[in-house]
């Protein structure tokens, strides 16, 4: 079983910056991408940036310039900095990781999401 847990949300005001981590534990062999998604109230969950393991790194147009996603291959661990936060950027940040534990296949494991609320 694999978990990932989320931290560093919470409430800043527009133009502050939040760093979010999520760690991934548990029966890990390798991942492949690690990625943020979003969801606001009434909305779908969309993408926000994603990370291979190499590095490589992809961001929503809407983040471009604002946001800078990396991670720690050693401590299986993604961040995501956020800065110069909108309202818009409000919403429930999730962790998402592609997990191989030893068979053929990749599997996607979420977190539980982590608060990020901007005031206007």
């Known amino acids: 079983q694999v978990q990932l847990v989320e931290s560093g949300g919470g409430l800043v005001q527009a133009g502050g910056s939040l760093r979010l981590s999520c760690q991934a534990s548990?029966?890990?062999?390798?991942?492949?991408?690690m990625a943020w998604y979003r969801q606001a109230p009434g909305k779908q969950r969309d993408v926000v940036a994603e990370?291979?393991?190499?590095?490589?790194?992809n961001y929503a147009d809407s983040v471009k310039g604002r946001f800078t996603i990396s991670r720690d291959n050693a401590k299986n661990t993604v961040y995501l900095q956020m800065n110069r936060l909108k309202p818009e950027d409000t919403a429930v940040y999730y962790c998402n990781a592609g997990v191989n534990s030893g068979s053929s296949y990749y599997y996607a494991y979420w977190g539980q999401g982590t608060q990020v609320t901007v005031s206007s």
């Open positions: 990370i291979t393991s190499d590095g490589g790194t």
């Open positions: 548990g029966s890990i062999v390798s991942i492949n991408v």
